[in-house]
């Protein structure tokens, strides 16, 4: 890929980052279909949730807490946000664009 193709790709998925963390800021706790993008996210990534909580770098009694609805911490959330960069389709997924 172009190191110009790369520059864009990052500048998008940055903004589509900004954008999705604003949301969890703006009055909203959290997207209101939020637990059922980490359903998808985790079956996306063809995990358990257990093995999911490890790639994150939680403990899988915090992932338990996500899918009950707490809301992620600033670090966990941009740790949740790198691991949907790996997972096919995963940014789209968290974000909600598909």
């Given at each position: 890929m172009p190191k110009t193709d790369c520059l864009s790709q990052f500048h998008e998925n940055i903004g589509r980052?900004?954008?999705?963390?604003?949301?969890?800021?703006?009055?909203?706790?959290?997207?209101?279909?939020?637990?059922?993008?980490?359903?998808?996210?985790k079956e996306a990534s063809g995990l358990t949730w257990s093995g999911m909580a490890r790639a994150i770098g939680v403990d899988y009694k915090q992932m338990?807490?996500?899918?009950?609805?707490?809301?992620?911490?600033?670090?966990?959330?941009?740790s949740l946000y790198r691991f949907?960069?790996?997972?096919?389709?995963?940014?789209?997924?968290?974000?909600g664009e598909i």
């Amino acid at each position: 890929m172009p190191k110009t193709d790369c520059l864009s790709q990052f500048h998008e998925n940055i903004g589509r980052f900004a954008e999705f963390e604003w949301s969890l800021s703006s009055g909203r706790l959290m997207p209101e279909d939020f637990i059922e993008r980490l359903v998808r996210l985790k079956e996306a990534s063809g995990l358990t949730w257990s093995g999911m909580a490890r790639a994150i770098g939680v403990d899988y009694k915090q992932m338990l807490r996500w899918r009950n609805g707490v809301v992620p911490s600033g670090g966990a959330m941009d740790s949740l946000y790198r691991f949907a960069r790996w997972v096919p389709g995963g940014l789209d997924i968290l974000t909600g664009e598909i």
